[in-house]
């Protein structure tokens, strides 16, 4: 056991744990965080995805203490209040069946769009692909990621766009 | 609200609006007391927030909501809103927001101001929960009468209150006015809210419930047919949503499995050494062939299942064959059951006269349901009580396997159940309650279980493997007139749902049911007049038929996919033989016998045929497609099914790469007609991720096995369908009814499981087209694939 510091959604936390502990389990059990959720361990389904350094992670597999920066999980995306444009496009498109994976496909997606603000569909297609779904709603979630996108590109400053172009 | 108080919050929120009157109403009435809140925290009774979470539970005995009395049904607010309560769960179809629009139009409020709760034992009337699409063909019409007699109830105490007779009045959300006299008016909340209904309904059963008043005519329905939005989504995506996964309770513990390694294993020993000293460490409990380590912490509980030593000996003949010798297995099977045949007409001398003879046999694996979330419950003892928090899908079946399996009174066991991962039938669910409601019970304190990946997959249940032989007789003139069907299916020991004897804690505890389920094979479900037809079903058993990780289960739409797999080819393979276009050789089987009662369902078939082409824009020729160069060569293929009372008929049209064997499924249209449609947009989403499961099934899946163990155990060893996969277009067209514009609308009708079963054939159907090879062993794996291209030189 050793004290762990962990920045989460702009809150810091510090927690006496084993520092092998996957990071996805203090996320849900010490934080109550319900966002990223348990669906193989692996690393293989995506279902415990947070965004570390930009980067979409795998948190059951990633042990606490090797995480030094701050994470993002589905609970922290939205800012003051309103949704993230690729919240609000996965209702505008209704995508979820029971949804349980959904919060590894958003976050993925996040994390795809902040590198890649214009996918074209085989990177979408490509960049989800480790992301599973056991109730098939890929085709929705890749509507929903190409309206997200075109959301996030519409609310941007005119000059940025430019800039973008 | 009791932080430890992990339930949705559209429950939390429609509690809250939950008034006195009800609450003394269900407490003197001696129906219910309802506790919602894991530690005793009663948010219905005054000060109950003022409680900490020290105070024990103090709910209990929980008799079922009587369905007779509207009270249990719907709650009418002071602010005119107003909270359904359903005895159905959703498993991810949105059937919630569909009872809301029913049940709204039927009580004249709009639909925002409804809230829907469901499926949870000791508030909700027991409809079972779900199970077969029976949602909106079966469910929802005791909800729609219930509402109806509401409003009827309603407007009698406006007529009184109002002093004028109630074929004066009119009512609009919640507002009764007298017609002509718009400034006379009074509303629902003035009138009762904050009151109980105190009107009993009648009915043999909770299926037939009904008041005095009638349904309204569809024609008068206002947010039925309309798409609202589902209210589940936006907690589903913002991470506020309290899953059954969530669940936290004080002094709660976490436990998991260690699963037998071979089939069939008897434990000789368990070493509790090897894990004492762990961090957390709490208790093994084992009963005979179960075993699970509890802990602390979650993690800590997995480490320690991980590394408990334990001796197991392996039985003496071995469980089932490996997976590559199943079908020879099938097919030399002694069959434990076999059904009287379904005979039209003479197949014999119509097989005898026929110019043209087609054989085929189909192969369809033990495929699972592999849940995106292995099995999970949450079980809380407290005061001699049990309180299981789960997803399963029949939350009542659930608290009924429960009392039993732990000798309990039902009074004394409460499911409450909450969102969880895809419930296509008999999962897994099922298993996690039982365990935690045992480990619960054993260790006095809440025990949160879940299986990991590879438990999941190797144990959950599994839709039977299915070995089908058909054989077809065509005429001179193409015209088929012998038919022939005959399917095994690998289903003896089915275990149905929640049983006290067939969940899998208690097989592994030697508790078994004394005669097990024969199991069924299914026959084709098309409305085909074929002159001569028999169709027959055997079911055979594997070796080992208890604590076997290959043990059968509904898996939507049980055997559909399977029967329909073998016939919906079959189809195609004789309308090839016949030199016909597929499309038309089955609108022929269609058009040719007028006669029977079966005509309606023809014409009904027709349509929903008719639309399919019409929108995937077929043009009519013979499969195969003559054989284009380059490496991918594409096709497409038609299958229809009729389940119930509803039709769906497929196109789905591939690309086949003749270097790898890999098919993409391109394109997919499906025709769909279950008759009235409440929400076209949940029905569109349903059928699009039905056909897409099917996709996954027809290209991926199958659980692979040696002779001691199954091997598939996680996404690598079992694929699924992925982003890579998905369909570049699908588009649903809502036939939505009855093709004779003189005949009355018809009803709702079953729309899911449909859609999942012409799938399979149809992209067996569109790679032949593609290539002129027929494939009849699922999955169509690559490698699968690529073999049979190669053998036949494609």
């Not at chain 2, 406006?158 to 004066?168: E, H, T």
């Not at chain 2, 597929?582 to 022929?588: G, T």
């Not at chain 2, 284009?628 to 789905?652: C, D, M, P, Q």
Request: hydrophobic fraction near 40%.
């Amino acid at each position: 056991m050793s004290n762990t510091t962990l920045k989460v959604n702009g809150s810091t936390h510090t927690l006496e744990v084993d520092p092998s502990t996957p990071l996805l389990y203090i996320l849900r059990n010490d934080l109550g965080l319900q966002g990223p959720r348990f669906g193989c361990g692996l690393g293989q389904c995506g279902a415990c995805t947070v965004i570390v350094n930009g980067q979409a992670i795998r948190s059951c597999i990633t042990p606490v203490a090797s995480v030094k920066s701050e994470i993002t999980t589905l609970e922290g995306i939205a800012t003051q209040g309103k949704l993230h444009p690729l919240q609000q496009a996965w209702i505008d498109e209704q995508v979820p069946q029971c949804g349980f994976c959904q919060n590894g496909q958003i976050m993925t997606a996040k994390a795809l769009l902040d590198k890649n603000p214009n996918p074209t569909d085989a990177q979408i297609r490509e960049g989800m692909n480790k992301t599973l779904c056991r109730c098939m709603t890929y085709y929705r979630i890749q509507a929903a990621i190409k309206r997200g996108a075109k959301a996030i590109a519409d609310a941007r400053p005119a000059t940025e766009k430019e800039v973008v172009a | 609200m009791n932080p430890y108080t992990k339930i949705p919050e559209h429950v939390e929120e429609a509690l809250g609006k939950w008034n006195t009157p009800r609450r003394s109403f269900l407490k003197s009435a001696g129906l219910f007391v309802v506790t919602f809140g894991a530690v005793g925290i009663d948010p219905l009774i005054e000060g109950a927030e003022a409680q900490t979470s020290a105070t024990p539970q103090a709910a209990g005995p929980y008799p079922d909501p009587d369905f007779r009395q509207l009270d249990s049904w719907i709650v009418v607010h002071q602010d005119n809103t107003a909270t359904f309560y359903v005895g159905k769960t959703d498993c991810g179809q949105g059937t919630g927001t569909s009872f809301r629009q029913l049940m709204a139009d039927e009580m004249d409020i709009a639909f925002e101001k409804t809230t829907c709760i469901m499926g949870s034992t000791d508030i909700t009337v027991d409809q079972g929960g779900s199970g077969g699409s029976t949602a909106m063909e079966r469910d929802a019409w005791p909800m729609r009468r219930a509402a109806a007699e509401a409003r009827r109830v309603l407007v009698e105490m406006g007529s009184a209150q109002l002093g004028v007779p109630a074929d004066q009045l009119t009512v609009s959300d919640c507002v009764i006015t007298v017609k002509g006299d718009p400034l006379k008016r009074v509303t629902y909340g003035q009138l009762i809210g904050g009151k109980r209904f105190n009107v009993t309904l009648t009915g043999a059963n909770v299926n037939v419930t009904t008041g005095i008043a009638k349904v309204k005519p569809v024609q008068e329905l206002k947010f039925t047919g309309q798409s609202p939005q589902r209210y589940d989504i936006p907690a589903k995506v913002d991470g506020s949503l309290k899953w059954a996964v969530d669940v936290r309770l004080p002094g709660m513990v976490h436990a998991r499995n260690v699963k037998p390694p071979f089939a069939g294993a008897k434990l000789i020993g368990i070493d509790e050494s090897s894990v004492r000293g762990m961090p957390g460490f709490i208790k093994v409990l084992s009963k005979g062939n179960y075993v699970a380590v509890v802990c602390e912490r979650e993690e800590q509980a997995i480490n320690a299942s991980r590394r408990l030593k334990t001796n197991w000996e392996k039985p003496a003949k071995a469980p089932f064959p490996a997976s590559e010798d199943l079908f020879t297995y099938i097919r030399n099977a002694e069959p434990t059951s076999t059904t009287t045949p379904i005979v039209v007409g003479n197949p014999d001398t119509a097989f005898a006269g026929a110019l043209k003879l087609i054989e085929a046999a189909y192969e369809i694996p033990f495929q699972g349901h592999t849940a995106i979330s292995p099995a999970h419950a949450t079980a809380d003892p407290s005061n001699g009580l049990m309180t299981v928090y789960s997803n399963d899908m029949k939350s009542y079946g659930m608290r009924r396997g429960v009392a039993t399996f732990l000798g309990m009174p039902k009074e004394k066991v409460r499911v409450v159940w909450m969102e969880g991962p895809q419930g296509f039938g008999r999962t897994a669910a099922d298993d996690a309650g039982c365990e935690a409601a045992w480990l619960a019970k054993e260790i006095g304190r809440p025990v949160r279980v879940q299986w990991m990946r590879h438990e999941e997959t190797a144990w959950d249940t599994k839709a039977p493997a299915f070995a089908v032989n058909m054989r077809g007789g065509l005429d001179s003139a193409g015209k088929l007139v012998a038919y022939d069907f005959n399917a095994r299916a690998v289903d003896y020991n089915h275990v149905g749902y929640n049983e006290p004897d067939t969940v899998l804690i208690a097989q592994l505890m030697g508790v078994r049911k004394a005669n097990p389920d024969k199991g069924s094979a299914s026959t084709p479900s098309d409305m085909y007049a074929i002159p001569n037809r028999r169709m027959a079903t055997e079911v055979v058993s594997l070796p080992l038929i208890w604590e076997t990780p290959l043990r059968t289960g509904n898996l939507r739409d049980p055997n559909g996919p399977q029967s329909t797999f073998a016939s919906e080819s079959f189809i195609d393979e004789l309308a090839a033989a016949a030199k016909a276009d597929p499309y038309e050789f089955r609108l022929n089987l269609l058009t040719s016998d007028n006669s029977d009662d079966a005509a309606f369902r023809r014409a009904r078939s027709i349509a929903v045929l008719k639309a399919v082409v019409k929108a995937y824009g077929w043009d009519s020729r013979p499969s195969p497609k003559p054989r284009a160069g380059g490496n991918i060569l594409s096709g497409r293929g038609i299958a229809y099914a009729f389940r119930g009372s509803t039709i769906a008929a497929e196109v789905a049209e591939v690309e086949v790469n003749r270097q790898t064997g890999h098919v993409w499924v391109k394109r997919l249209v499906c025709a769909h007609d279950c008759g009235l449609v409440v929400n076209p947009q949940s029905l569109r989403h349903t059928v699009e991720c039905a056909m897409l499961h099917s996709v996954s099934r027809a290209i991926h899946e199958e659980v692979q096995f040696d002779t001691e163990k199954v091997t598939s155990v996680d996404w690598n060893s079992h694929p699924t369908l992925t982003h890579a996969d998905t369909p570049e277009s699908i588009e649903v067209v809502i036939v939505n009814g009855d093709p004779n514009p003189n005949r009355p609308d018809l009803p709702p009708y079953g729309a899911g499981e449909t859609a999942c079963k012409p799938m399979l054939a149809a992209i067996a159907n569109a790679i032949y087209d593609a290539t002129g090879v027929r494939l009849r062993r699922l999955p169509f794996r690559d490698a699968r694939v690529l073999a049979a291209l190669r053998a036949s030189r494609v």
